[in-house]
């Protein structure tokens, strides 16, 4: 688990942008942007169920990044500090071809 602060605001915006969606799917379907092919495929009245599914799933995700199972952040900017493991793994050079004598290309 990754818990910061970034991802506890990107987790807010996530989760306001979330239940914006879902409360205003209507408006949404009707005036912003129409789901023409949800409701060509699934009938009549499903583009307002596809945006609520779509808010409550933003809204979802929103809460696993607050919590830090997700890390939005840290993967945007990565780690800036090496740990030790990766400082072994850079110290320890061997022939690729199990021998003694070196090649040019290791």
Do not use: C
Not at 11 to 25: E, K, N, P, R
Not at 66 to 82: E, K, Q, R
Request: charged fraction near 5%; aromatic fraction near 12%.
């Amino acid at each position: 688990m990754n818990f910061s602060i970034p991802n506890i605001i990107l987790g807010l915006i996530g989760l306001a942008l979330g239940v914006w969606v879902t409360y205003s799917a209507y408006n949404i379907n009707h005036h912003i942007l129409f789901a023409g092919w949800v409701e060509r495929k699934f009938g009549p009245g499903t583009g307002t169920i596809f945006y609520q599914l779509l808010g409550a799933g933003i809204a979802l995700f929103s809460i696993v990044v607050m919590l830090g199972i997700v890390d939005l952040f840290g993967a945007a900017f990565g780690n800036s500090t090496p740990n030790s493991s990766q400082l072994q793994q850079n110290q320890t050079l061997t022939p690729s071809n199990g021998g003694t004598q070196r090649r040019i290309a290791d």
